[in-house]
């Protein structure tokens, strides 16, 4: 069946301008997570979705970070006045239930100039 | 103390080897554990989860002990494709996922 999708899979942007990253989840999973990875580091959790609300958005870096979801459907993730730390790739995961196994999708490799 | 720890390495073993990596974790409430792997570049793939009665999978065998807080991960007769870097994930019942930092390993010919 179809994984996680994402869109873009990269991105470059000019410090300064707004970028929307896009998620599609895999079919019927009720938690969708966003998270960054940047250069040989680890995952940083940014926000999670449970449904359409967003019990926690304690791991988003700044009020430029915004992220909503359509129902149990696709996420998108806005970052605006893009700055070069943002540069990172973006991963999205969903799971069945929180606590379940998370399945990735491919990422948006974002690259602010 | 981080709440996941594992050898980063690299583990640089030759093909067919067997290989063992363990990840512990801090908090005693951890409810589930999983293992992904994570090629250069690429986001993680789930490996397996990892249940109290250890499970197997083909090459890959992984291992819960509770009483001392770790994880395992063997891998039999590695192949050159195994040479990924091997994350760790705890979970403690809810949407907070703990992710180690990942052990690389790299398989030779």
């Known amino acids: 069946g179809a994984g996680v999708s994402q869109s873009p899979s990269n991105k470059v942007t000019e410090k300064g301008k707004d970028v929307e990253l896009r998620c599609d989840p895999i079919?019927?999973?009720?938690?969708l997570y966003w998270y960054r990875q940047r250069l040989g580091q680890g995952l940083e959790f940014l926000i999670y979705f449970q449904g359409n609300s967003a019990p926690d958005k304690s791991g988003l870096p700044s009020d430029r970070f915004s992220a909503e979801r359509t129902g149990e459907s696709v996420s998108t993730l806005t970052i605006q006045r893009t700055q070069q730390e943002d540069s990172a790739v973006y991963l999205c995961?969903?799971?069945?239930?929180?606590?379940?196994?998370?399945?990735f999708g491919p990422g948006t490799r974002l690259t602010v100039l | 103390r981080k709440e996941v720890e594992q050898d980063p390495g690299p583990f640089n073993v030759p093909e067919g080897a067997t290989v063992a990596f363990n990840c512990t974790y801090s908090n005693s409430a951890s409810q589930s554990f999983f293992w992904y792997r994570q090629d250069c570049r690429k986001e993680p793939k789930l490996l397996m989860s990892?249940?109290?009665s250890g499970n197997e999978d083909g090459r890959f065998t992984a291992q819960l002990n509770r009483a001392s807080q770790y994880i395992s991960l063997l891998i039999r007769d590695s192949k050159l494709s195994d040479s990924a870097t091997y994350l760790c994930v705890v979970n403690m019942g809810t949407y907070k996922y703990i992710f180690g930092t990942g052990t690389r390993l790299k398989v030779l010919a």
């Open positions: 079919s019927g999973h009720t938690a």
């Open positions: 995961a969903s799971s069945l239930w929180a606590g379940n196994e998370q399945f």
């Open positions: 990892v249940y109290s």
